[in-house]
T-cell receptor, first 116, second 117 residues
Framework: GENVEQHPSTLSVQEGDSAVIKCTYSDSASNYFPWYKQELGKGPQLIID?????GEKKDQRIAVTLNKTAKHFSLHITETQPEDSAVYFC???????????????FGQGTILTVHP | GAGVSQSPRYKVAKRGQDVALRCDPI?????LFWYQQALGQGPEFLTYFQNEAQLDKSGLPSDRFFAERPEGSVSTLKIQRTQQEDSAVYLC???????????????FGSGTRLTVV
């Protein structure tokens, strides 16, 4: 089955700096890669996703890149703010069409701390 | 409702006790998932329902774990004879259609934190 590795496990940055979190996956059939933000006591919240037919996607201060050949994808947060502090998870799944249902394999998580 | 609701938020069980965890998905959502999240780890898949049909239970760790969604809305995850290794946060998620997570994403509840003592 799919295996997703995520690094680093903790990341501390100053407000305004950039943060980068990296993930690798094992199953070359995986073609959908979402990123989730989880705040204390809450469930994961989708912040951005990317499909295997694109190499990069941006949404304001957040971007995700995908290298299918190397089987790795990364989350980039620019101009970090204290409210970005949370645990971030990458995930992977196979979208095989109408019969698939999006069972996700998650990475181990990155605790991001943004210092004011 | 506006979101996925899970109850109870916290549950303390004595080892050997049976527990039942409830998930109220967003009204009309076809797909429902259960995930288990151990402390400091990412969520791990337990089971998937499409309406009332349990299409995948490959992630259930043992036959002590049982899930149901009899009317295609509310779901219950039951754990029999709880053990300390069952301590975790149990997350429920739902999405509008069976493949809808790719277009809409799916919405997680806040989870039930189970502690077995």
């Amino acid at each position: 089955g799919e295996n997703v590795e995520q690094h680093p496990s903790t990341l501390s940055v100053q407000e305004g700096d950039s943060a980068v979190i990296k993930c690798t996956y094992s199953d070359s059939a995986s073609n959908y890669f979402p990123w989730y933000k989880q705040e204390l006591g809450k469930g994961p919240q989708l912040i951005i996703d990317i499909r295997s037919n694109v190499g990069e996607k941006k949404d304001q201060r957040i971007a995700v890149t995908l290298n299918k050949t190397a089987k790795h994808f990364s989350l980039h947060i620019t101009e970090t703010q204290p409210e970005d502090s949370a645990v971030y998870f990458c995930a992977a799944t196979i979208n095989a069409g109408g019969t698939s249902y999006g069972k996700l394999t998650f990475g181990q998580g990155t605790i991001l701390t943004v210092h004011p | 409702g506006a979101g996925v609701s899970q109850s109870p938020r916290y549950k303390v069980a004595k080892r050997g006790q049976d527990v039942a965890l409830r998930c109220d998905p967003i009204s009309g959502h076809v797909s429902l998932f259960w995930y288990q999240q151990a402390l400091g780890q990412g969520p791990e898949f337990l089971t998937y329902f499409q309406n009332e049909a349990q299409l995948d239970k490959s992630g259930l760790p043992s036959d002590r774990f049982f899930a149901e969604r009899p009317e295609g809305s509310v779901s219950t995850l039951k754990i029999q004879r709880t053990q300390q290794e069952d301590s975790a946060v149990y997350l429920c998620a739902s999405s509008p259609v069976d493949w809808g997570m790719y277009k809409y994403g799916y919405t997680f509840g806040s989870g039930t934190r189970l502690t077995v003592v």
